[in-house]
């Protein structure tokens, strides 16, 4: 049975500001291993708002906010839905997914995958060992994995979109109503573009789709690229 004597739950109120802070007051030993529990903070806000939040090892889920959010943990997964704004979100261990966000992205991890869903605006997002998975990605669009595939469709490209993985595949469904110029390479590359002028290779493409117009590099030092329209 928990005895709350052995946590310590302080939140306060400081102007516009809400700080709640949750510690175990027994700390971590192998005699009382068995007997950690986890401490949840479930908190409803207006949609517009600013937030910092931090955990040490559990899961952050944020759905329907707008404003400048900055989201770390150091362990856990975080997860967003019907966002708006800036937001900034890290993990070092966990996955990342978000659904239907707009706005400014900088999304990182060390070792799990990213999961972008109807996701537009300034985009950012690297994992050093995971997947990338776009589904109806639009903006500008950077995205970087070490070891891992990089998949899905993008819906439009603002100015840039270049997506590098230094061990994995790519297979990447381009817009067929928007020109851009492009440039891809890995140890085969597969093309099915309409309206393409350039050089083609078998491990390299570079030219102009539809006369041109934003940059696309797709790079994979070890894998296969696979590039379609949709």
Known sequence: EIDLDDYSVVIQKMGNTIMAVAKSNKGFSMMNWDENYSIH???YTPRSINAEL???GGHIGLMG?????DAKTSGGHINGEDMEGMLTVKTSGGHIELNQFEGQLEASTSGGHITLNQVSGDLTFSTSGGHLRLNSVAGT?????????ISGD???ITSTCALKTSGGNISIKLPSNEGYTISARGSLVRSSLSNFSGSTERDEITGSVRNGGSSVT??????VVTISEK
């Not at 906010?65 to 959010?69: D, N, R, Y």
């Not at 669009?141 to 595939?149: A, C, E, L, P, Q």
Request: positive net charge; proline residues 0%; charged residues 15%.
């Open 141 to 149: 669009i950077n995205g970087k994995t070490s070891g891992g595939n």
């Open 218 to 223: 797709l790079k994979t030092s070890g894998g």
């Open 41 to 43: 903070f479930i908190v």
């Open 65 to 69: 906010v707008e404003g400048v959010i």
């Open 154 to 156: 993008i819906k439009s």
């Open 54 to 56: 931090k955990t040490s």
